[in-house]
């Protein structure tokens, strides 16, 4: 993968760097600390600079977030509702009280979670999902979007361009980071659902046992 993404940044410079982090957030298991930190280091080889790198990197970015936005609108609290109270959704203890306890939440503390997201790996591609099914002001989750996207983006190219033929370290401590993230969401996400099975399934049998 690495020797993949070094070519095409070598072979395509700027346009490289727009395709590869666009393809990065629909596709989070592509690396973006290796885009970003090689993009970095080629300032210091080649005619391309931190800035030129910086923007390519969050334009496309932000084109990534945008279709990911999308999905979120088709797959809307509507559809999500239809599907909670199907067989398939009674089967799995789902209600449509979910749907919109989770869209007052997302409403009310979504602004935050956009644009904190774009820190952590992963987290910060899939957060566009439920922003768009929240029908989250365009307008507000491009903002941010683009503010923490472009922060983060800045950070990586910069540290890259001064690591110079050590970018890889960065990539490294940069990939250590992401994994921790995700073993921490990944935990979260397993003690909701622990809590979940507990609330509407355990509940259930006890009810039936008495």
């Known amino acids: ?3 993949i993404i070094i070519e095409i940044l070598n072979q395509f410079g700027y346009i490289g760097v727009f395709l590869l982090i666009m393809i990065e957030n629909i596709f989070p298991p592509i690396p973006s600390e290796i885009i970003l930190t090689f993009g970095g280091f080629m300032t210091t080889y080649t005619k391309m600079n931190v800035w030129g790198v910086t923007l390519a990197a969050t334009a496309g970015s932000v084109m990534g977030a945008i279709i990911l936005y999308v999905i979120g609108r088709v797959l809307n609290t509507e559809r999500l509702e239809r599907l909670f109270d199907s067989k398939l959704g009674k ?23 956009v644009f904190f997201c774009r820190f952590v790996p992963i987290v910060r591609s899939l957060i566009s999902i439920p922003a768009g099914g929240a029908r989250m002001k365009f307008s507000s989750f491009l903002t941010l979007t683009v503010i923490g996207t472009f922060i983060w983006n800045v950070v990586l190219v910069f540290l890259g361009r001064i690591a110079g033929n050590a970018w890889e370290t960065i990539a490294h401590y940069v990939d250590i980071y992401s994994m921790i993230a995700a073993a921490f969401f990944a935990l979260v996400a397993t003690l909701i659902v622990a809590i979940f099975v507990k609330k509407r399934f355990l509940k259930r049998d006890k009810l039936y046992i008495s």
């Open 1 to 3: 993968m690495q020797k």
């Open 91 to 113: 089967f799995l203890q789902l209600k449509k009280e979910d749907v919109k306890r989770a869209e007052k939440w997302f409403l009310k503390r979504g602004n935050k979670a």
